[in-house]
């Protein structure tokens, strides 16, 4: 061979060894963009000098919960000059929810905070804000996969099993009849709810004998509650997994003629119409604490936006059960942030 075709041949060698370094390395846009891991900011942060436009997705806000959740993001951001938050409401309806997502996205949102109304509906229009680099905050509810940059919320496995835990030893030691007043099945805290109390009652005597969907609206769980004290009179008392339907279950049970049947709730909201204030004035026996996480959002939207910080992959925000013993002592503690 000359010289000549052996300076061929290894230039031909050395561009075939590049063509396949190149493919090892990925070619894709897939492969060509960085990779966000968990937890970490899936966008350039522009510090403290930029102006960044918040998406909030809410769930429902006729639900008191979720409209204290709006006005605690409200009250947070204002702290933040630099933040401006467009809020929109899905009434508790997937595809209302997937449509307002999309409209965020076509406004170029800097970052989404959603609550969403149920998981599976809205996991394709949450992966599609993380897969453009949007960061991602899920509100109290999640979604299926890990298309998301951080969950902030409370146990609500956790919160269940004290509920239960709290009907074995406290409402009804000797066991008993109950029945559950569900929130909306698609949503997880209604099944994290259900699960954790099976698992909070497990070795008791207490039967879980009748259970309805309020879908966490106080009319429905009436209605349901209703619904269930006419066709399971001996009930002996009720768990509804949040406090607009146990306060609607309470007008149920006067209506039946059970005035003092115990019923617990979840939320603790520390205004007048909150939980907290239903069991100091006896119409709860108990609810738990269950915080919005509205200044967390903002707070972990700061860290990625403004400070270039990363943010943990889950925040699990602290509950506490409220009896008629603590109420008006953490009523005040709440009410002094």
Not at 111 to 116: F, N
Not at 138 to 143: A, E, G, I, P, Q
Not at 251 to 256: D, E, G, L, M, R
Request: glycine letters at 10%.
């Amino acid at each position: 061979m000359t010289g000549a075709s052996i300076r061929r041949a290894c230039g031909v060698l050395a561009l075939a060894g590049l063509l396949v370094a190149t493919a090892a390395c990925g070619t894709t846009s897939e492969n060509s963009q960085p990779k966000q891991g968990a937890g970490q900011p899936a966008a350039k942060c522009g510090g403290p000098g930029g102006k960044y436009t918040i998406g909030m997705s809410q769930a429902n806000v006729a639900e008191p919960y979720r409209q204290r959740m709006d006005d605690d993001i409200r009250a947070a951001a204002a702290a933040v000059p630099q933040f401006t938050v467009n809020f929109a409401d899905a009434a508790q309806d997937n595809s209302t929810q997937v449509e307002q997502v999309d409209t965020f996205l076509t406004q170029r949102i800097d970052l989404l905070i959603i609550s969403p109304n149920e998981a599976t509906p809205l996991t394709a229009p949450v992966k599609r804000a993380y897969d453009q680099g949007i960061p991602v905050l899920l509100l109290d509810r999640k979604v299926d996969g890990d298309a998301y940059t951080s969950f902030i919320g409370a146990d609500n496995v956790d919160i269940g099993r004290q509920a239960g835990q709290f009907f074995a030893t406290k409402l009804l030691p000797g066991g008993g009849k109950v029945a559950i007043l569900k929130g909306l099945a698609g949503s997880t805290p209604a099944k994290e709810r259900s699960d954790g109390f099976d698992a909070g009652i497990q070795g008791s005597q207490v039967q879980i004998v009748a259970s309805g969907d309020g879908d966490w609206l106080r009319d429905k769980g009436q209605q349901q509650a209703d619904a269930i004290l006419k066709a399971h009179p001996d009930i002996q008392a009720i768990y509804a997994e949040n406090d607009p339907m146990a306060e609607g279950a309470r007008i149920a049970a006067q209506n039946a003629g059970k005035p003092y049947l115990p019923i617990t709730g979840i939320d603790g909201l520390p205004i007048d119409s909150g939980g907290i204030k239903a069991v100091s004035a006896g119409r709860l026996s108990a609810t738990f604490v269950y915080p919005t996480g509205g200044k967390e959002a903002v707070d972990a939207a700061k860290k990625l936006l403004i400070d270039c910080q990363q943010v943990a992959r889950a925040q699990t925000l602290p509950t506490q059960l409220v009896t008629k013993d603590n109420a008006e002592q953490i009523y005040a503690t709440l009410n002094k942030h």
